[in-house]
């Protein structure tokens, strides 16, 4: 059964790093574009970072350009998001999420089919 397994949120003060792990079983993320997304209280999903299935390509989102980093381990088939200068507006939970295979990053949470079950991270003093 294919999952995604998030990890590695938690509070943390403004200006701190986190980094979250998204590790996938039952399928290679070589083939699989992923993208990390968050949901605050209230809120719709937000696409986030999306790392494409070759690894070549990454997007951000506008906010988080400069400190936010997404890459890969394929050897441990898991995802990472590299969260640095965290504001009080990051807070969320933080979900990562699988595309069709061979499909491009998407911004849509819609064209997402696999999902885990989520991180959450408070950024707080």
């Known amino acids: 059964q294919v999952q995604l397994v998030e990890s590695g949120g938690g509070l943390v003060q403004p200006g701190g790093s986190l980094r979250l792990s998204c590790a996938a079983s039952?399928?290679?993320?070589?083939?699989?574009?992923i993208g990390w997304f968050r949901q605050a209280p209230g809120k719709e999903h937000e696409g986030v970072s999306c790392?494409?299935?070759?690894?070549?390509?990454?997007y951000y989102l506008d906010s988080v350009k400069g400190g936010f980093i997404i890459s890969r381990d394929k050897e441990k088939n898991t995802v990472y998001l590299q969260m640095n200068s965290l504001r009080t507006e990051d807070t969320a939970v933080y979900y990562c999420?699988?595309?069709?295979?061979?499909?491009?990053?998407?911004?849509?949470?819609?064209?997402?089919?696999?999902w885990g079950q989520g991180t959450k991270v408070t950024v707080s003093s």
């Open positions: 790392i494409s299935y070759s690894g070549g390509s990454t």
């Open positions: 039952e399928f290679t993320v070589d083939y699989y574009a």
């Open positions: 999420a699988r595309r069709p295979r061979f499909y491009g990053c998407s911004g849509a949470a819609r064209e997402y089919g696999n």
